[in-house]
């Protein structure tokens, strides 16, 4: 089964600064997709940018990207010019990429705090 | 397109009460999911229907919880008797569940925030 690990219960960062969230997965599979998703208390989930593992580029989104580093099954978030509504609950996802009806599967997840 | 909807946004209940959960998902997707969020922690997957017909159960504790999917559209999560440790954020999140993982991406409704006293 697959597992998706995030080490950092909390992370805080000064507005208009740089944090990097991390996440490691564990698979034996080698198609798939990962995600980072955010939670703000409407508990609504979205989706912040998304990863395909046969692609060596790392995915970007704006002030958000990825380093997906593959052999190490490391998939961190760097938030860049960090705003007040980027707080919130960051998960990091899996999901299988050989159907379209595979589950995500989500780790603890990140609380992101931005200080004024 | 409308949203995944999910009703009651809140629910309060005492232990051993019964409590039921509804999801209406996005039209047409044939792949609904039903989500266990403790406080604190990431969503776990409770049960994956495939229209009707149920895909995955295995982390479902069936001495208590049930779902149905009866026409393959909207879908009910059922509790009972709830317990203290029940209390959590139910999501249902649906998908068209096409040939790849690639063209089915899951949308999430805002979840029922559940407390049992």
């Known amino acids: 089964a697959q597992t998706v690990t995030q080490s950092q219960p909390e992370m805080s960062v000064q507005e208009a600064e740089t944090v990097t969230l991390s996440c490691t997965y564990d698979?034996?599979?080698?198609?798939?997709?990962l995600f980072w998703y955010k939670q703000p208390p409407s508990r609504q989930m979205i989706l912040v940018i998304r990863?395909?593992?046969?692609?060596?580029q790392n995915a970007t989104e704006n002030r958000f990207s990825v380093n997906f580093q593959k052999a190490a099954k490391s998939f961190s978030l760097k938030i860049s010019d960090s705003q007040l509504g980027d707080a919130a609950m960051y998960f990091c996802?899996?999901?299988?990429?050989?159907?379209?009806?595979?589950?995500?599967?989500f780790g603890k997840g990140t609380r992101l705090s931005v200080i004024a | 397109e409308a949203g995944v909807a999910q009703s009651p946004r809140y629910k309060i209940i005492e232990k051993r009460q019964s409590v039921a959960f509804w999801c209406n998902p996005i039209?047409?997707?044939?792949?609904l999911y039903w989500y266990q969020q403790i406080l604190g922690q990431g969503p776990k997957l409770l049960i994956q229907?495939?229209?009707?017909?149920?895909?995955?159960d295995s982390q479902l504790p069936k001495d208590r919880f049930s779902a149905e999917r009866l026409k393959g559209v909207d879908s009910t999560l059922k509790i009972q008797p709830a317990k203290l440790e029940d209390s959590a954020v139910y999501l249902c999140?649906?998908?068209?569940?096409?040939?790849?993982?690639?063209?089915?991406?899951?949308?999430f409704g805002n979840g029922t925030r559940l407390t049992v006293t």
């Open positions: 999140a649906s998908s068209l569940g096409l040939n790849r993982a690639a063209n089915s991406p899951l949308h």
């Open positions: 698979t034996s599979e080698s198609d798939y997709y």
């Open positions: 990863q395909e593992a046969y692609k060596q």
């Open positions: 996802a899996y999901r299988s990429g050989y159907s379209g009806n595979t589950p995500l599967v």
């Open positions: 039209s047409g997707h044939a792949t």
């Open positions: 229907f495939q229209n009707n017909g149920v895909v995955d």
